[in-house]
């Protein structure tokens, strides 16, 4: 299946620092790429839609300055956390839509691995 | 607004018995149902999935029932592995926004 490739898989940081978390998509263009939230236990959140070459769309509640989501090619999108707080440790995924016709009829998103934020 | 629920956040059975994995919906603007596995610390990874015009959909051990009028899904695993162990999302998309909605999970727990 394709494979979408999410950097770092772990990072931990000092209150008040930024983060970059990078999503790929090795083996496809991805025309769209979502970003989730999960906390312990809870469900996976989708924060953002981001569209190559457009302003991502945030979910109610998500706080558009904190959260800044850059999808600047078919295969790159990034978040990144700025000025982090505690409260922003969670657990970051991110997922890519194929432009191929046949997966997009399939529905199908794959997944990143993941990227567990620890803010200090 | 919980638009997905899975009511359940945990099953055990017993290796080669069913597991029986259920999930609700509020929405009948979804058109298609996706099951994800997941195991911690890492993302999920896609299982099964049945679009709203159908109501059973097999692969294997795998069969994802549904219940458009009692806005319901089920997950059969049949004969359950200890490898089965993990947690199980089910998620609802409409395909004009292209929006996956999670449900809350169930750990399933297959024992030998």
């Known amino acids: 299946g394709a494979v979408v490739s999410q950097h770092p898989s772990r990072v931990i940081c000092k209150s008040g620092t930024s983060v970059k978390i990078e999503c790929r998509s090795l083996d496809f263009q991805a025309t769209t790429m979502f970003w989730y939230r999960q906390f312990p236990k809870k469900s996976l959140m989708l924060m953002a839609t981001?569209?190559?070459?457009?302003?991502?769309?945030?979910e109610q509640g998500v706080e558009k300055d904190k959260f800044l989501i850059n999808h600047a090619s078919l295969t790159l999108s990034t978040l990144t956390v700025t000025s982090a707080h505690p409260e922003d440790s969670s657990f970051y995924i991110c997922?890519?839509?194929?432009?191929?016709?046949?997966?997009?009829?399939?529905?199908?998103?794959?997944f990143g691995s993941g990227t567990q934020l620890s803010v200090l | 607004d919980q638009q997905v629920k899975q009511n359940s956040p945990s099953l055990s059975v017993q290796e080669g018995r069913i597991s029986i994995l259920n999930c609700d919906y509020t929405n009948s603007m979804f058109d298609y149902f996706l099951w994800y596995k997941k195991y911690p610390a890492e993302g999920p990874t896609f299982l099964i999935s049945?679009?709203?015009?159908?109501d059973k959909n097999e692969d294997g051990r795998f069969t994802v029932f549904l219940n458009k009028s009692a806005k319901h899904l089920s997950l059969h695993i049949v004969p359950s592995q200890p490898g089965d162990s993990a947690v199980y999302f089910c998620a609802a998309l409409r395909s004009n926004t292209g929006k996956l909605i999670f449900g809350q999970g169930t750990t399933l727990q297959v024992k030998p």
């Open positions: 997922s890519a839509r194929a432009r191929w016709e046949v997966l997009r009829r399939a529905k199908v998103l794959f």
């Open positions: 049945i679009s709203s015009i159908k």
């Open positions: 981001s569209n190559e070459g457009s302003k991502a769309t945030y």
